[in-house]
């Protein structure tokens, strides 16, 4: 027994000494459960601004399970997926976003992106006009968008008419040939 508790005595007196986690660990630290968890929308947000869309749609999908599907959540969805090329599923994203909140340029502008880049310029144009006049002409990536937008409408025609040189003949009752014509 008193070989036993002068064993606990130096086991304790050893453990006490200790400095804790050395810088040259090469394991990262645990969780610590006295820790505060970062808001999943803020998280989100700063992977958005690095690139890194997968993980910020882990991100906003966890700040989904706290806040519900807000407009703040359902428009980093859909951002986030407008970044990793997913453009049904950011379209149907950030129109549900516009239904809860009318007045955010952001997503306005966001939605023009994604329309913008599955060829929809007129719609698109619409959306850079109205994010623009939400946001008071203030930002200069809206302005830019909505320049790109003009000018791919401006030039979606086919070009001047050209005279077609051919005209349809009827050969019989259900069979037409194009010639062309001398």
Not at 100 to 108: F, G, R, T, V
Request: glycine share 10%; with cysteine.
């Amino acid at each position: 027994m008193r070989k036993t508790g002068a064993f606990l005595a130096m086991c304790l007196a050893l453990a006490a000494c200790s400095k804790g986690p050395s810088d040259d660990n090469p394991f990262a630290p645990g969780v610590s459960k006295r820790g505060e968890a970062v808001d999943g929308l803020i998280v989100g947000n700063r992977l958005m601004a690095a690139g890194e869309y997968d993980l910020a749609l882990d991100a906003f999908s966890r700040a989904a399970l706290v806040h519900g599907m807000t407009p703040d959540v359902l428009a980093g969805l859909g951002t986030a997926n407008l970044g990793l090329g997913r453009l049904g599923q950011a379209e149907e994203l950030l129109r549900q976003a516009l239904e809860q909140d009318e007045k955010s340029p952001e997503i306005w502008n966001n939605l023009g992106v994604v329309l913008i880049e599955q060829g929809k310029n007129a719609e698109a144009e619409q959306f850079f006009r109205r994010a623009y006049a939400l946001d008071d002409g203030e930002s200069d990536s809206i302005r830019d968008n909505l320049r790109l937008a003009l000018a791919k409408t401006e030039n979606s025609d086919y070009g001047e008419a050209q005279e077609q040189d051919y005209k349809v003949v009827r050969r019989s009752s259900d069979e037409y040939l194009i010639h062309k014509i001398p």
